[in-house]
């Protein structure tokens, strides 16, 4: 059985840097597309990156909102991948999880409901 967790969360200044990381166990990590989400009181949950599974060629993306802020990397050996936050600002609170699939296509990649397996989150809080 897969599983996920998230650390890394916590309190920042506008302007400071976060690094979050998701554990998977349970499954052969370069099997799976991990992805991260996050939403913010009141909001929906919202895609924030993802990193394709290494058989469907290990791409990285985007949300605009985020580009050229957060980075996504992983490590093989500790079954984990990252997502180094820098440049936060308010706007980025959020509970932010961290979800895998097996199966994900291109054109899903951003659909919350298309991901199998989720951690149970972690908080940003960014302050003004």
């Known amino acids: 059985q897969v599983q996920l967790a998230e650390s890394g969360g916590g309190l920042v200044q506008t302007g400071g840097s976060l690094r979050l990381s998701c554990v998977i166990s349970g499954g052969t990590f370069s099997r799976y597309s991990v992805g991260w989400f996050r939403q913010a009181p009141g909001k929906e949950r919202e895609f924030v990156a993802v990193?394709?599974?290494?058989?469907?060629?290990?791409?990285?993306y985007y949300t605009d909102s985020v580009k050229g802020r957060f980075t996504v990397s992983r490590d093989d050996a500790k079954n984990t991948l990252y997502l180094q936050m820098d440049s936060l600002i308010p706007e980025d609170t959020a509970v932010y999880y961290c979800?895998?699939?097996?199966?994900?296509?291109?054109?899903?990649?951003?659909?919350?409901?298309?991901?199998?397996?989720w951690g149970q989150g972690t908080q940003v809080t960014v302050s003004s």
């Open positions: 990193r394709r599974s290494s058989g469907s060629g290990g791409r990285i």
């Open positions: 979800a895998a699939d097996a199966g994900l296509i291109l054109s899903s990649i951003r659909n919350q409901h298309q991901y199998d397996h």
